[in-house]
T-cell receptor
């Protein structure tokens, strides 16, 4: 069966510090991968998605970036965090076969920038 | 642009009640619709996926219906339990089918 792992679960970082959140998927190959952010009391906002290694699409201009160094690994990064980067970050995957299929989410990372 | 709306934003019911959560979307040309559950501070758990060719899907006490032409879906929860307390989100594929558009969710509280 497929599983998705996301870490760390919580993170407190000072303004201006770098960020690296990691997500890995097991039990499937060539998945579509996604990073979402959920602000308090608001819906989920898509940040990045990837349909293959090295293929990253960004939905929202920001100081965050994403990379996919391996087929089932998706990394969210920042060189310098802002206070506004605080939020709940979720990684997700879906099968890469035609129109958007069922999506599965990790347990999320709570990021607090202080 | 696909917009997803969920009503009500919050709902509180006594244990044992049957209840309905609503989801509406603006673009009816969707391939599927997915319902999720989110517990506080946790990720999303997939509950049901309805394909565009289906009118409903059932899993245990949950039944989700889909009316594409009217841009609506409902999630029916039978005999609610305190353990059902969570936020329920619906999502549909975006116009380019590369991701999903989410509603803001309905926060459900089932009181013992």
């Amino acid at each position: 069966s497929q599983t998705i792992h996301q870490w760390p679960a919580t993170l407190v970082q000072p303004v201006g510090s770098p960020l690296s959140l990691e997500c890995t998927v097991e039990g499937t190959s060539n998945p579509n991968l996604y990073w979402y952010r959920q602000a308090a009391g608001r819906g989920l906002q898509l940040l990045f998605y990837s349909v293959g290694i090295g293929q990253i699409s960004s939905e929202v201009p920001q100081n965050l970036s994403a990379s996919r160094p391996q087929d089932r690994q998706f990394i969210l990064s920042s060189k310098k965090l802002l206070l506004s980067d605080s939020g709940f970050y979720l990684c997700a995957w879906s099968a890469n076969r035609g129109p958007f299929t069922e999506a599965f989410f990790g347990q999320g990372t709570r990021l607090t920038v202080v | 642009k696909q917009e997803v709306t969920q009503i009500p934003a919050a709902l509180s019911v006594p244990e044992g009640e049957n209840l309905v959560l609503n989801c509406s979307f603006t673009d009816s040309a969707i391939y599927n619709l997915q319902w999720f559950r989110q517990d506080p501070g946790k990720g999303l758990t997939s509950l049901l996926l309805i394909q565009s060719s289906q009118r409903e899907q059932t899993s245990g006490r949950l039944n989700a219906s889909l009316d594409k032409s009217s841009g609506r879906s409902t999630l029916y929860i039978a005999a609610s339990q305190p353990g059902d307390s969570a936020t329920y989100l619906c999502a549909v594929p975006s116009y380019n089918n590369n991701d999903m558009r989410f509603g803001a969710g309905t926060r459900l509280t089932v009181k013992p």
